[in-house]
């Protein structure tokens, strides 16, 4: 449903995106990651026909982005970041704005925004002026615009930015339920998000793609993936740390505290293997006062920083 092949946009001698080549099929919710000026933003504003792109291509639904534009983009239901509005129009006022846009008239027209606001929970906040609401309900003024034509396509910018614990879980249900029928692209800095929603992880750094596959799939590239943590009391700590290091899967061993007396120990698998039975029975036999013992499937925070350029080291070759 999104094809897109070579994409490269240059600002000047700078490109923002380097020959990215992408393609994301129906019933897909495909996470958007990358460290702040990867081109994430650049990227989705050319899927959008928002920004031409130097050189390469993208299809929406088999139709081209420049040379097919108004039928791709009526194809795409956009939630761009900031949200962007007309602050002086009430919610129910810019909803009826856009559903005109989009072709709907009359009761087709009525439909189209009271489902759109259903869906995001809207109805307390219609009639105040969108500039007087706070970021939260913004973003979901927002997020019914881009659903009220019940596109095929979502290309949704941070959709959660701005929203509290339940309005997160309601917007991530909302697109969980939406995915079957849809290719959605979610970009996000909040990796739990990708975790909760996303079928599948891209990781961009500096216009590229660096890593592409399901969040399990990423997750088993973290040091912590199998990784075991067992909390014991600082006495009995100090006695389990050289035992620890003795299972021959166990490949290094890490730990905090004494925290009131409570020390926690990670041991770390070598080549992906299976510790929690071998930690657990060693645990068993010694009798150790054993307040936590949990294994871990992975961290997708390890791998976006051993995948993508730091920081410290973008600065240096910017200064260079």
């Known amino acids: 449903m999104i094809e897109i092949e070579g994409l490269t946009k240059r600002f000047g001698h700078v490109s923002a995106v380097a020959g990215l080549s992408l393609s994301v099929g129906k019933g897909e919710v495909l996470g958007f990651l990358g460290p702040n000026g990867a081109g994430k933003s650049t990227t989705m504003k050319m899927i959008t026909g928002y920004l031409a792109p130097t050189s390469g291509s993208i299809r929406v639904c088999g139709h081209d982005i420049e040379t097919d534009q108004i039928a791709a983009q009526s194809m795409i239901g956009y939630l761009p970041e900031g949200a962007p509005a007309y602050g002086d129009m009430t919610s129910r006022q810019f909803l009826q704005f856009i559903a005109g846009v989009r072709g709907f008239r009359g009761d087709a027209a009525k439909g189209a925004v009271a489902r759109a606001v259903a869906r995001t929970e809207l109805t ?152 929690i039975e071998d930690v657990s029975a060693l645990a068993v036999r010694e009798k150790w006062t054993v307040r936590e013992l949990y294994a871990e499937a992975g961290r997708l925070d390890d791998v976006f920083r051993a995948i993508t350029t730091h920081d410290t080291a973008r600065a240096k070759a910017a200064a260079a």
């Not at 701005?162 to 979610?186: E, F, T, W």
């Not at 740390?241 to 899967?249: E, Q």
């Open 124 to 275: 307390p906040v219609l009639d105040q002026p969108i500039e007087t609401l706070s970021k939260g309900f913004k973003r979901r003024v927002g997020l019914a615009q881009a659903i009220l034509h019940d596109p095929p396509v979502l290309i949704m910018d941070e959709p959660t930015d701005g929203l509290d614990p339940n309005q997160k879980h309601s917007v991530r249900a909302l697109l969980k339920s939406m995915a079957p029928q849809k290719a959605i692209i979610v970009s996000t800095h909040l990796l739990e998000e990708v975790e909760a929603v996303c079928t599948r992880a891209v990781i961009i750094d500096r216009g590229a793609i660096v890593a592409d596959g399901r969040p399990t799939e990423l997750l088993a590239r973290s040091r912590h993936h199998n990784a075991v943590t067992i909390t014991l009391p600082a006495p009995e700590a100090a006695m389990a740390v050289p035992k620890l290091k003795m299972l021959p899967t166990v490949a290094s061993l890490e730990q905090s505290g004494p925290d009131d007396g409570i020390v926690k120990i990670t041991a770390f698998p070598k080549s992906g293997a299976l510790l």
